[in-house]
């Protein structure tokens, strides 16, 4: 079942070398990521995408570290789904709580494609333990067929996309959430259909375009410095880049 559709074939044989402009990027934008809104010492989880593990999100973690936020790995390995959380997220749950009582405070989380449906799906779970998310390119308000990815997700998961566990999972990411949510989309992904990336009609949540590609998206610049601003409730700048 698809709500959106995915995006075209097209779109997808070029996010390679998307990607590479975005690690390109990154060298000429060192001046405006360097004037960044400065952090309040809060802690940040960051969640991998797909198949993705803590290297993936090593720049992000660096940039928000220098801003002065405490941003941890989420230290589960490679994201392979379910199997890296547990069924209903325990190890991800174990993970954050252990960074709660580290530190005293609910946690902001940020996650990445998949990884920010799995923020949600624990942001749901367990509400105290949450003081924020925010999505990247993450496809919760879609169906799995609005990805160029599912077959991936399957094989890499062990889960049948069809199947009433999935499903379950699915709706419970999807639903509205009672702490502050922020959804960075961009309608060129071409791994995942963008409008499946932000759920405009839900109460409270906040929802910011940008122009990107999938793989590698939280290398670009722009997610960089929008990230910061959501963090620091500044206004958001307008988009550029491609």
């Given at each position: 079942?698809?709500l959106?559709?995915?995006?075209?074939?097209?779109?997808?044989?070029?996010?390679?070398?998307?990607?590479?402009?975005?690690?390109?990027?990154?060298?000429?934008?060192?001046?405006?990521?360097?004037?960044?809104?400065?952090?309040?010492?809060?802690?940040?989880?960051?969640?991998?995408?797909?198949?993705?593990?803590?290297?993936?999100?090593?720049?992000?973690?660096?940039?928000?570290?220098?801003?002065?936020?405490?941003?941890?790995?989420?230290?589960?390995?490679?994201?392979?789904?379910?199997?890296?959380?547990?069924?209903?997220?325990?190890?991800?749950?174990?993970?954050?709580?252990?960074?709660?009582a580290?530190?005293?405070?609910?946690?902001?989380?940020?996650?990445?494609?998949?990884?920010?449906?799995?923020?949600?799906?624990?942001?749901?779970?367990?509400?105290?333990?949450?003081?924020?998310?925010?999505?990247?390119?993450?496809?919760?308000?879609?169906?799995?067929?609005?990805t160029?990815?599912?077959?991936?997700?399957?094989?890499?998961?062990?889960?049948?996309?069809?199947?009433?566990?999935?499903?379950?999972?699915?709706?419970?990411?999807?639903?509205?959430?009672?702490?502050?949510?922020?959804?960075?989309?961009?309608?060129?992904?071409?791994?995942?259909?963008?409008?499946?990336?932000?759920?405009?009609?839900?109460?409270?949540a906040?929802?910011?375009?940008?122009?990107?590609?999938?793989?590698g998206?939280?290398?670009?610049?722009?997610?960089?410095?929008?990230?910061?601003?959501?963090?620091?409730?500044?206004?958001?700048?307008?988009?550029?880049?491609?």
């Amino acid at each position: 079942m698809t709500l959106f559709g995915p995006p075209p074939r097209w779109r997808q044989a070029i996010e390679l070398p998307r990607a590479a402009w975005s690690v390109g990027e990154l060298a000429l934008a060192r001046r405006r990521l360097a004037g960044a809104p400065r952090g309040d010492g809060r802690a940040i989880l960051v969640l991998p995408g797909l198949v993705n593990g803590d290297r993936s999100n090593f720049v992000l973690r660096g940039f928000l570290n220098r801003l002065g936020y405490r941003a941890y790995p989420w230290g589960l390995g490679r994201n392979f789904g379910r199997r890296a959380i547990g069924g209903e997220g325990e190890r991800l749950i174990a993970r954050i709580e252990a960074i709660v009582a580290e530190t005293g405070a609910p946690l902001t989380l940020i996650g990445v494609s998949l990884g920010g449906m799995m923020a949600r799906f624990v942001a749901h779970r367990r509400p105290d333990l949450v003081r924020e998310v925010i999505t990247v390119s993450s496809p919760f308000a879609g169906a799995p067929r609005d990805t160029n990815v599912w077959r991936t997700f399957e094989w890499l998961s062990g889960d049948r996309i069809d199947s009433a566990r999935v499903r379950d999972w699915a709706a419970d990411c999807a639903a509205p959430l009672t702490v502050p949510s922020t959804a960075i989309w961009s309608r060129s992904d071409g791994l995942v259909n963008g409008l499946a990336c932000h759920a405009p009609d839900q109460p409270g949540a906040r929802h910011i375009e940008i122009r990107s590609g999938h793989i590698g998206v939280q290398l670009k610049p722009r997610v960089l410095l929008t990230i910061a601003d959501i963090l620091a409730a500044a206004p958001i700048l307008s988009e550029s880049g491609t």
